[in-house]
């Protein structure tokens, strides 16, 4: 299945638009990867443990999303947005949305 961020495919003319589909996504942060991120933050240098979690996420969002579309009988997802939000209280996890609109090409 094709998943892109732009409204068309090159060369593959959208035949059928099946609707908009969606997946989602909260990951909780734990004490450690926090009190190892709050070092970065004083030292300096990149958060690997929070990147991972960002990209599993992502990753996890993206998946439903694609099975979603596959149910409706897409063979791409065309316009995929992708958001990011903290939720839960003092911001402690991490929400991913993934939307776009299935189609056949």
């Not at 990209?55 to 897409?74: H, I, N, P, S």
């Amino acid at each position: 299945m094709i998943l892109t961020t732009t409204t068309t495919i090159e060369t593959k003319p959208v035949k059928e638009y099946l609707g908009i589909v969606t997946g989602e996504t909260i990951i909780g942060a734990n004490l450690f990867k926090d009190l190892f991120a709050s070092i970065r933050d004083i030292v300096g240098g990149r958060s690997g443990s929070y990147e991972k979690v960002l990209r599993e996420a992502k990753d996890t969002a993206l998946k439903e999303m694609q099975e979603q579309a596959q149910r409706l009988g897409a063979n791409a997802v065309i316009g995929i947005d992708l958001d990011y939000e903290t939720v839960g209280k003092n911001g402690g996890m991490l929400m991913v949305t993934a939307s776009g609109t299935a189609v056949k090409y």
